[in-house]
Nanobody, 113 residues
Framework: QVQLVESGGGLVQPGGSLTLSCEAS????????MSWYRQAPGKERERVAT???????VYMDSVKGRFTISRDNAKNTVDLQMNNVKLEDTAMYYC???????WGRGTQVTVSS
């Protein structure tokens, strides 16, 4: 049974930092490309960052230089380090296994002063 459990969301001030974590189980984690997505109210879900099995990383333009995706294949986790957060980063953040349609339930990030 595939499970993706996100954690680490919360309330953070603009310019602050937050680290999201996704714990995966039920599949061969190290073999799969993993992504973080986000969805703000009234907006479509968008892909924030992707990391492949060889740890090659791709980011959406608006988070480049601020967010870092990483994975630990020994722990079956994929993290999203968020630095210098902005109001527009407020969204529900989801962990995803590429091309498999597997999603976590999400963790809410709210950026507010």
């Amino acid at each position: 049974q595939v499970q993706l459990v996100e954690s680490g969301g919360g309330l953070v001030q603009p310019g602050g930092s937050l680290t999201l974590s996704c714990e995966a189980s039920g599949f061969s984690f190290s073999l799969f490309v993993m992504s973080w997505y986000r969805q703000a109210p009234g907006k479509e879900r968008e892909r924030v960052a992707t990391i492949d099995s060889g740890s090659k990383k791709v980011y959406m333009d608006s988070v480049k230089g601020r967010f870092t995706i990483s994975r630990d294949n020994a722990k079956n986790t994929v993290d999203l380090q968020m630095n210098n957060v902005k109001l527009e980063d407020t969204a529900m953040y989801y962990c995803n296994v590429n091309d498999m349609g597997w999603w976590g339930r999400g963790t809410q990030v709210t950026v507010s002063s």
